[in-house]
């Protein structure tokens, strides 16, 4: 069966440091990944989107990765601030528009 | 940049009513837009595909009759809740494609969260 999986556990650093969320899918062929940032109560938003024929992607402190035979995007956020604090979600398609989501990694920056 | 609303923000209802959500792309047009559902704790799930001008696809396991879902324009896409219960309680948040674009993007609405009592 086709699954993504996203680290259950929240994600504890400090600030400055560099984050790095994992997401693992099995059974799926996506032509590109998606990361997103949802807070509480709120909609997610779009970070980053990364094809498939693309191994790195960067956006300001933001970098993504994207391994199509280990099946698995690496997501980093350098210098990490508190207002950094959120869950990540990554999402990919199986075929078309449409977005199969993760189940989100809550990331929290410690002062 | 690309904005989609969706009102209201929150709803309470009664058991056995009807409740309509509208999303809406404010600054650009969207042929295609989506619905979904999110419960505590958990990811997003696609409910439905709704296609401007033409009848949503609804992914398995979700009722047709009971969530429908209107996109009468390019603009505004409307799902309404028909007869909730407690178990519909749940945040539904709605996305936007820019048409003619070639972005694979999709741009969210803040979401409505709604309580049926």
């Known amino acids: 069966s086709q699954k993504i999986e996203q680290n259950s556990e929240a994600l504890n650093i400090q600030e400055g440091k560099t984050a790095t969320l994992t997401c693992n899918y099995t059974n799926y062929s996506p032509a590109y990944l998606q990361w997103y940032r949802q807070d509480p109560g709120r909609g997610p938003v779009f970070l980053l989107l990364i094809r498939e024929n693309e191994k790195e992607k960067r956006k300001e402190r933001l970098k993504v990765t994207f391994d199509t035979t280990l099946k698995q995007s690496l997501f980093h956020i350098t210098a990490s601030q508190p207002a950094d604090s959120a869950t990540y979600l990554c999402a990919l398609t199986g075929g078309g528009n449409k977005l199969t989501f993760g189940t989100g990694t809550q990331l929290k920056v410690e002062l | 940049g690309a904005v989609v609303s969706q009102h209201p923000s929150w709803v309470i209802c009664k058991s056995g009513t009807s409740v309509k959500i509208e999303c809406r792309s404010l600054d650009f047009q969207a042929t295609t837009m989506f619905w979904y559902r999110q419960f505590p704790k958990q990811s997003l799930m696609l409910m439905a595909t709704?296609?401007?001008?033409?009848?949503?696809?609804?992914e398995q396991g979700v009722e047709k009759d009971k969530f429908l879902i209107n996109h009468a324009s390019l603009t505004l896409s409307t799902l309404t809740v028909t007869s909730a219960h407690p178990e519909d309680s749940s945040f539904y948040i709605c996305s936007a494609e820019e048409s003619g674009t070639n972005t694979d993007t999709q741009y969210f609405g803040p979401g409505t969260r709604l309580t049926v009592l």
């Open positions: 709704s296609n401007e001008g033409s009848k949503a696809t609804y």
